[in-house]
């Protein structure tokens, strides 16, 4: 059943309101019981903190499905720049170097989506030097455009001067962008 | 020296009561957590990754324009002095563990603190006086990006900052307001109020002082959430809660005021005389009777107490600043005795008292 009100996210509270002659029942959503003027539903989650919650959730055997209870859990994916073992992370409930979260790649969506609320993927901030590489990447790309059609209509200097543009680019990118302020 | 000349030496921006709401909303802090790309992080990190980081940071943080920093090593200081940097909140409780190799930088006003090998190679926090969450984040915003110009951030395109704890990846950003809740308290909505919030991906926690005593009906609310919602996102619904609360806070104080007024001025009356008249006073004991008379001020009820002053004693009640006042370490009870004191002067009602005498007498 949805919430009533934002018909967005499931009912989860019910409320019930008296008016004068009557006991009307609203069903709500998290978000807008807690938004709406009573507070009346009963506290049954604490916040954990990430160790208990990653070793509870180990503890639940969720994210090796096929293993048999009793056996040992496997180690998972070790990183090849700190050691951390994906056993040993869920363990301490930290990562060891930026490496690792390549080296869990695999893994890490299912972590986030529990801690984040489902969510797995950054939206914001991003390093001003990355904005230009992702700069340069879509330059590279507009140039290859425009390449493949000097091409087709058989205009093929200036399908030589624009190989040798993307050719620079493609060097800029490759140097990591880090001195060059391109644009 | 007097309290007050010691006080006014050690203030720190913040702590003034000034800022939107500074009657419940104490204060405002935002705080980044980055990483540098080529080092392990500090939890796998050896004495000299440690301090390759802090000199590249140092270095960093020279080429800024508009803000002077001074660096302190952790180790170069006494045990006292860290704890008051703790009890300042200018630096967090892991910074200070001796075992480590932190550091931090602090811009002359102390508003902005950067810590170095912490949990993470750095954490800028940004801390404002009051309800201030844009202006907090736009300044660690701001020196968060002059930093980046000089350093390799650790950054990816699907997890974004890459942080030590998978509960800080995304954004990086732990933004939190300090509000005072007594009536919210008192009325005991809070305790249906604490997992409502941590639904909507905030948490609520008491702040602690000395051991687990909770400082009176003081909380923090924070995201929770660090990824898949925007800078902006967050503090909007961590703005909106926020207000939400205070909304709230400010009717249940109405409510209280209506239902027993004689009771609630009984209360708060107590508890001033009780700051103001004791000998001994604890600070379990002193953080509940500050909470009431806090509560006396906004209500109108307790006249004629700058709301500063109380600002100042929360902070200056706390064993380490009430140690480097006395210049030696304290026992427990000899600490309660100071802090006795420290109320009576500060507040300033027995000392006019005996200023008045003084003035006959002359
Ligand atoms: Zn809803
Ligand atoms: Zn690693």
Sequence with gaps: ?183 | MSFEKFIKQELTGWMVAEGEHADIVLSTRIRLARNLQDYPFPISATQEDANDVSKALNQAVETMQDDHFTSITMEDLSPLERQILVEKHLVSPQLINPKKHGSVLLSEDETISIMVNEEDHIRIQCIYPGFQIDQAYEQADQVDSELEVNLNYAFDETFGYLTSCPSNTGTGMRASVMMHLPALTITKQIERIIPAISRLGMVVRGSYGEGSEALGNIYQISNQITLGKSEEEILKDLESISKRLIAHEKKSRELLLAKSEVHLENRLFRSLGTLTHSRILPSAEAAKCLSDVRLGIDLGIIENIDMTILNELMIFMQPGFLQQYAKEELTSDKRDILRAQLFRDRLGIERSAAQEKDNDSL
């Design chain 1, 1 to 183: 059943m949805l919430c009533e009100n934002c018909k967005e996210r499931p009912a989860t509270v019910v409320f019930k309101q008296e008016t004068s002659n009557d006991v009307i029942e609203r069903h709500l959503c998290d978000k807008c019981a807690f938004y709406s003027q009573t507070f009346s539903f009963s506290p049954d989650q604490e916040p954990l903190s990430i160790q208990q919650f990653l070793a509870h959730w180990l503890g639940g055997s969720e994210l090796f499905p096929e293993q048999k209870a009793d056996e040992r859990l496997p180690d998972g994916p070790k990183c090849p720049s700190c050691g951390l073992t994906f056993h040993r992370f869920l363990d301490i409930g930290k990562f060891g170097c930026a490496v690792c979260y390549e080296t869990f790649k695999g893994q890490l969506p299912r972590v986030f989506a529990k801690l984040h609320n489902g969510h797995t993927q950054h939206r914001g901030k991003i390093p001003v030097s990355l904005n230009e590489r992702f700069a340069l990447k879509r330059k590279l790309e507009d140039i290859r455009t425009k390449m493949q059609e000097a091409v087709e209509n058989e205009r093929f200097e200036e399908a030589a001067t624009l190989r040798d543009e993307a050719n620079q680019v493609k060097q800029q990118l490759s140097d990591g962008g880090d001195d060059q302020h391109v644009i």
